[in-house]
């Protein structure tokens, strides 16, 4: 569930529900655009229970719930994830993954302050060049003037998974172009000249380009995870092995090696566009009340940067990916994880399942002890994909109920609220400019019909339908 406006600053409630079939295939089908005049967590939770309601299906059966981290979404005492859960207790709140991954990346540029003016320059880049046709062609004209293929400049966004590293891979492959396309404004355009100007000479520095690599190469690493957190069937399981492996691989660029690398690309880039070499800045003096008028002088230049940049940058990252997503590291999901994912499983994991999914703890351990011992014997890998793929390969859907239940409950809890905000650009197609005046009924079943184009129609049922609603509703077309 998410929310946006509309292009007549209507707020728009997107929602999607999470299940899975009796195959235990994972669904996530858009069920509607609803229209909201309150944003409070009451009118929030009130709409979607309605909803749910009119669809027939009962509050008692969630079993999760995804949202951002919107006071209104996530508070903890008048929250819709509170209200719901205040009335089903087994509708677990799952803080949106790939919110939390993204509020963990904006962390860096905040708390950074030359990676801080890095996106910065970026957005001015961005900016003055695109907001101009006439700039922007002569940007065009360069890069074919350049024999460059015809990369264009990427926007920012704190929102828009996967835009940062666009962006940043733009400036690095049209880095020359860009020069050259300000340097021309410079001299030809009196009035955007020093702009223009001011831009070029902070894109020429090395600072600037080393921020470049350094964040270009992290978001490389996180880029995976973001990716597979949108994707329908990420779920818990998945995503713990995908974010420890993430967390060593970052851990890894912690070594003087790893910077090495970078200082060299660095170098290498500077020196191919004439940059001059880095300097440290000006030198700080200790007030004589605190040491006497002594200096602090970094060793060299490269010092200064793997101290005062590229490690701060690291260390950010790897502690807010570690504590932010430990909030959704909850005990029953590590418990349905454990029971689903080992061979050996601990009665402590089992007790916590059996009392939360009301199941008898003996049954259940005795289903998990025996599907172990088949696990065992075809030497499968200990983890949630591989249990999951023997379960369904030997067609054990009716013979182990209790485990069949725990993966349905397992696989069916939201990890992200990703689907929710694919479906708002089909709302920006459908109610546009010339067709602001859609009603809300028609613009969900609209965006219904494209959101879910994939789904199988059967034709027969609907003809049925439409005959059976003539009689009712007067219609002269009669159907035999």
């Not at 207790?89 to 991954?101: G, R």
């Not at 059996?354 to 049954?363: G, L, Q, R, S």
């Not at 075809?378 to 390969?393: G, Q, V, W």
Request: with cysteine; net charge neutral; hydrophobic share 35%.
């Amino acid at each position: 569930m998410d929310e946006t406006q509309d292009m007549k600053k209507h707020e728009q409630v997107s929602i999607v529900l999470r299940y899975c079939d009796t195959q235990l295939n994972v669904f996530e089908s858009f069920i509607g655009f609803y229209r909201t005049d309150k944003m409070d967590g009451e009118s929030l939770s009130n709409l979607l229970k309605n909803t749910l309601l009119t669809l027939g299906l009962k509050i008692e059966n969630i079993r999760g719930q995804c949202y951002d981290g919107a006071a209104s979404m996530r508070g903890s005492y008048s929250g819709v994830a509170k209200r719901i859960k205040d009335e089903n207790k087994l509708a677990l709140y799952v803080h949106c993954y790939a919110h939390v991954l993204n509020l963990c990346v904006v962390d860096v540029s905040g708390k950074v302050v030359p990676i801080r003016n890095m996106f910065g320059i970026l957005n001015k880049i961005y900016t003055f060049i695109g907001a101009s046709s006439k700039r922007h062609s002569i940007f065009e004209r360069i890069q074919k003037e350049s024999n460059l293929s015809n990369n264009t400049l990427k926007s920012l966004s704190d929102t828009r998974r996967g835009c940062r590293i666009e962006a940043i891979r733009s400036v690095i492959n049209n880095f020359n172009s860009i020069v050259l396309t300000l340097e021309n404004i410079n001299e030809t355009d009196s009035t955007h000249g020093p702009d223009a100007n001011s831009i070029s000479n902070n894109i020429q520095n090395f600072e600037f380009i080393f921020c470049l690599k350094l964040m270009k190469l992290v978001f490389e690493l996180t880029n995976s995870l973001s990716q597979h957190f949108q994707k329908k069937n990420a779920n818990f399981s998945t995503i713990s092995i995908l974010t420890a492996a993430t967390i060593v691989e970052l851990q890894s660029l912690r070594s003087d090696d790893s910077f090495d690398k970078i200082w060299t690309e660095t170098e290498q880039l500077a020196s191919k566009e004439s940059i001059s070499s880095p300097t440290i800045p000006r030198i700080r003096t200790i007030p004589s009340r605190l040491g006497g008028g002594e200096t602090l002088i970094s060793r060299n230049v490269a010092s200064y940067f793997k101290t005062n940049i590229y490690f701060p940058v690291l260390d950010i990252v790897i502690h807010d990916i570690e504590t932010k997503f430990a909030e959704n590291n909850l005990k029953i999901l590590i418990a349905l994880q454990n029971c689903l994912s080992t061979r050996n499983h601990r009665d402590e994991d089992i007790l916590e399942v059996c009392n939360t999914y009301n199941i008898n703890f003996d049954d259940l351990k005795a289903e998990l002890k025996l599907f172990g011992k088949m696990c065992s014997s075809t030497n499968i890998d200990e983890h949630f994909e591989a249990h999951l793929t023997l379960y369904l390969e030997k067609d054990l859907i009716g013979s182990f109920d209790n485990i069949y239940l725990l993966y349905k409950i397992f696989l069916s809890i939201p990890m992200s609220s990703a689907s929710s905000e694919r479906s708002f650009s089909s709302l920006r197609r459908l109610k546009t400019f010339t067709r602001n005046t859609i009603g809300q009924e028609r613009l969900s079943s609209l965006a219904i019909l494209h959101i879910e184009k994939t789904f199988e129609i059967n034709f027969d049922t609907i003809i049925d339908q439409f005959d059976a609603d003539s009689t009712e509703r007067g219609r002269r077309l009669q159907l035999s």
